[in-house]
């Protein structure tokens, strides 16, 4: 049962390389960065359940013993091996009034965390406890980048270690901890859950990023972690430009079928980067040298280019590239394309007052930047002095 506050956070994602070929049986290149979601639970007296959702602007509170009645009506077992039933689902629709219709990104979160809240109580026999959580994001919504896997692997790593299914390993004098690969392996299992409640049917690579951070490989639904990876600076731009990434993985394979003899050599070629990439990754991670950075930067162009060709591109992408060719940056999408985000590598040696003129050249276009670095570290638990005083504050306001 939990005694004392936690605080756990999550890193987002991005694709590296191999976007829409990893559909086809090609390699893709996922990594964690350094923009994170953070969550903290405490223990509250009041008889209630409360999370706070600030980013959002929501705030979701039951009385604890009617999550007891709900999880008492739920048939079957819920456990980590199980999907979520359609019938689990209306139930709790039905219990936090959702309507059936277009999914709002309150409701989705509010669905991930009655399932695993009731989930890993009824799978580790706990009472659902009063608690108190909040969770902030340095993460925006529905951008590509991980958020609602950040939050569902949150979610389940605080709430597991709450009921004692995890251990707690933060040591006296330290601040943070990860816990064993088996407890990580627990923390995915479950989250993988939460991302089945907000999407229906996810790959997986978001959550392994969140729970294990670093980059993964991931191919024909096998993911392999890189054991070593070296940490690069990057610049992310959110175009802001909404886009369906359903239409346009169902556009490339209308291309692959009606050309299969341009498209199939086309997706081989952008595995090949995604191979080529990874060897020059683990190079440098062996042997750091600034001598890599033009052959990454060549990757990202010969990419982009072919992700142009398979038609994901969009015109707001091209910019982003655009503007970051007159600094003497390199550019790609990461993610679905067809507007969302592009990622743009930044050298170790990269002068600070470039990168800052491209960021402001990307504003002025209507665009969102953030400068971070990927190869962060996945799920962690802090100590509540290591979490940022803008964290603090809003856990204190909640």
Not at 17 to 44: D, M, S, Y
Not at 145 to 161: F, H, I, N, Q, R
């Amino acid at each position: 049962m939990l005694a004392k506050p936690l605080r756990v956070s999550a890193p987002g994602k991005a694709i590296l390389h191999g976007e829409h070929a990893v559909v086809h049986g090609k390699a893709a290149l996922a990594v964690a960065l350094n923009l994170r979601t953070f969550l903290q639970i405490r223990p509250c007296d009041r008889g209630k359940v409360l999370v706070h959702l600030p980013d959002i602007g929501a705030s979701l509170k039951w009385e604890a013993v009617q999550l007891q009645t709900l999880l008492i009506t739920f048939s079957g077992g819920l456990d980590e091996s199980k999907s979520p039933t359609p019938e689990q689902m209306d139930k709790l629709k039905e219990f936090a009034g959702i309507c059936s219709g277009l999914p709002t990104i309150e409701s989705l979160a509010t669905l991930s965390f009655l399932y695993l809240y009731l989930s890993i109580s009824a799978k580790y026999r706990q009472v659902p406890p009063s608690v108190e959580i909040v969770v902030w994001s340095e993460l925006p919504t529905g951008a590509g980048l991980g958020s609602s896997a950040a939050y569902s692997v949150c979610l389940a790593a605080a709430l597991l270690t709450a009921c004692g299914a995890i251990g707690c390993p933060l040591e006296d004098g330290k601040s943070i901890a990860r816990w064993s690969e088996e407890e990580l392996n627990l923390i995915n299992q479950w989250a993988f859950r939460g991302e089945q409640v907000i999407h229906g049917n996810p790959s997986g690579v978001d959550n392994s990023v969140a729970t294990w951070g670093g980059i993964l490989r991931f191919q024909s639904g096998k993911i392999t972690s890189l054991k070593r990876v070296p940490t690069l600076r990057v610049l992310l731009t959110n175009t802001r430009v909404p886009r369906s990434t359903k239409i346009l993985v169902a556009g490339v394979k209308d291309k692959i079928l009606k050309f299969p003899a341009i498209m199939n050599p086309v997706l081989a070629s952008i595995d090949a980067v995604s191979q080529e990439c990874e060897s020059v990754l683990e190079a440098m991670a062996e042997s750091p040298s600034l001598e890599y950075y033009p052959v990454l930067e060549e990757l990202f162009d010969i990419n982009q280019h072919h992700l142009n060709v398979i038609g994901v591109g969009h015109a707001s992408l091209d910019r982003v590239c655009q503007v970051t060719a007159t600094h003497g940056l390199h550019s790609k999408l990461t993610g679905a394309g067809g507007g969302g985000c592009a990622i743009t590598l930044l050298r170790p040696d990269t002068d600070p007052l470039m990168v800052e003129a491209a960021r402001q050249d990307l504003k002025a276009c209507g665009f969102e930047c953030w400068e971070t670095s990927i190869g962060a570290d996945g799920v962690c638990l802090h100590s509540p002095s290591s979490l940022k005083a803008e964290v603090l504050h809003i856990f204190n306001k909640a």
